[in-house]
């Protein structure tokens, strides 16, 4: 089975700032990996499918990039409501989330 | 309005059975895969399920795969989840979702519907 890890798990920054977000997965998945938000008592949110695709009414300081084993999400000019948990997913196999990276501004 | 909506849910014993639904409106429910996924309190996503846009493609997570069983009624633009044997880590949040071009990232989410099992 495809197991996934993110890094890191929690980070702080200050608006501005560019944050990048990383998800490894044990074996290649071919760019089928996605990327959501999460506000708390909210449910997720797509950003990026298909490892760099932005989804339809999100801001472009989103971007994401990666292929083989390895992901990034990048977070530019960080904005106070980008604070949430970011998951990454890979849907090659039977779908699996990452662990979950908590973004917090400081 | 696009949307789904989740119910079902509730406070069930340990052992007990639940079917939650997914009710969806505003869009072609029939052409779209739709998955189901929770989340205990405090902790992250976990897929558990979905069906292809006929019904006739089901995919499990291997922890619940035989205790968990999705199905759909396109007709009345629904999709169920049917959890048996329920346990105390059967606690959470469950999301449906729309899967946007098949095998793709998760588009559209309901609000969820609390499931509690506790005796």
């Known amino acids: 089975d495809i197991q996934m890890i993110q890094s890191p798990s929690s980070l702080s920054a200050s608006v501005g700032d560019t944050v990048t977000i990383t998800c490894r997965a044990s074996?290649?998945?071919?760019?089928?990996l996605n990327w959501y938000q999460q506000k708390p008592g909210k449910a997720p949110k797509v950003l990026i499918y298909?490892?760099?695709s932005l989804q339809s009414g999100v801001p472009s300081r989103f971007s994401g990039s990666g292929s083989g084993t390895d992901y990034n999400i990048t977070i530019t000019n960080l904005q106070p409501e980008d604070s949430a948990t970011y998951y990454c997913?890979?849907?090659?196999?039977?779908?699996?989330f990452g662990p979950g990276t908590k973004v917090e501004i400081k | 309005e696009v949307e789904l909506v989740e119910s079902g849910g509730g406070l069930v014993q340990p052992g007990g059975s639940l079917r939650l639904s997914c009710a969806a409106s505003?869009?072609?429910?029939?052409?779209?895969?739709i998955h189901w996924v929770r989340q205990a309190p405090g902790k992250g996503l976990v897929w558990l399920a979905r069906?292809?846009?006929?019904?006739?493609?089901?995919d499990y997570v291997d922890h619940v795969r035989g205790r968990f069983t999705i199905s759909r009624d396109n007709a009345q633009k629904t999709v169920y989840l049917h959890i048996d044997s329920l346990r105390a880590e059967d606690t959470a949040l469950y999301y449906c979702?729309?899967?946007?071009?098949?095998?793709?990232?998760?588009?559209?989410w309901g609000r969820g519907t609390q499931v509690t099992v506790s005796s």
């Open positions: 979702a729309r899967d946007q071009y098949a095998m793709s990232s998760l588009d559209l």
């Open positions: 505003g869009f072609d429910f029939g052409n779209y895969w």
């Open positions: 069906i292809n846009s006929d019904g006739s493609n089901l």
């Open positions: 074996q290649s998945i071919s760019s089928f």
């Open positions: 298909a490892a760099s």
């Open positions: 997913q890979q849907t090659l196999t039977t779908p699996l």
